[in-house]
């Protein structure tokens, strides 16, 4: 694997090393080792899917609280996502800052959000799935959110139109966070 830092100090870009030959090629996706090596929570315990059927649906911005925040590997298997995190810990000099990637199957791309981020992606294309890897179990009272388009936040969005769940619609801006 290769390891690239984004602008937002914690967040990773994991790309694969593929050893290709006529039939296809094989690579590791994650690696214990690896990420103890680069400063990244190990821990896995939980692993989601989410599949998504029209180019343009929106997920987030979701994160945990403590003592249950989660560190998150996100991949795209199928389709293409446009992957964001945000910062939001509140000591960090970079707070309230944002950091994208595009994810597809074709380039196998991960991106690892630390905990005291919040997560979310929109698709690119229809019937895009993605799949998580998470160091915390999911715990729903721990569960929260900010809102996809505080405009404090200003995140770009590639697609005009939105796919949303009333849910992530009623979010709370980051000024209204406690």
């Known amino acids: 694997m290769k390891f690239s830092p984004t602008k937002l100090p914690g967040v990773w870009i994991v790309d694969l090393e593929k050893r290709e030959d006529e039939r296809g090629f094989f690579a590791r996706c994650w690696c ?7 400063g990244l929570n190990p821990r896995l ?15 987030g911005m979701h994160y945990q609280t403590a003592p249950h925040a989660e560190a998150k ?10 992957d964001v995190a945000i910062d939001l810990r509140p000591a960090s000099p970079t707070f309230g ?3 994208a990637e595009e994810l597809t199957a074709d380039n196998g791309r991960a991106l690892y959000i630390p905990e005291g981020f919040a997560h979310g992606f929109q698709t690119l ?7 998580y890897q998470m160091s915390k179990f999911y715990h729903p009272e721990s569960a929260r959110g900010v ?3 505080d405009s404090q936040l200003t995140i770009l969005w590639p697609v005009a139109k939105k796919i949303i769940s009333q849910h992530d619609e009623d979010l709370p801006t980051l000024n209204q966070l406690p």
């Open 97 to 99: 800052k944002w950091t």
């Open 32 to 38: 214990q080792r690896e990420f103890e090596q680069h």
């Open 147 to 149: 809102r996809w388009n």
């Open 45 to 59: 315990v939980q692993c989601s899917a989410s599949y998504n059927r029209k180019k343009g649906t929106l997920r």
């Open 73 to 82: 590997l996100v991949r795209c298997t199928r389709g293409a996502i446009y």
């Open 125 to 131: 294309v229809d019937n895009s799935e993605v799949f």
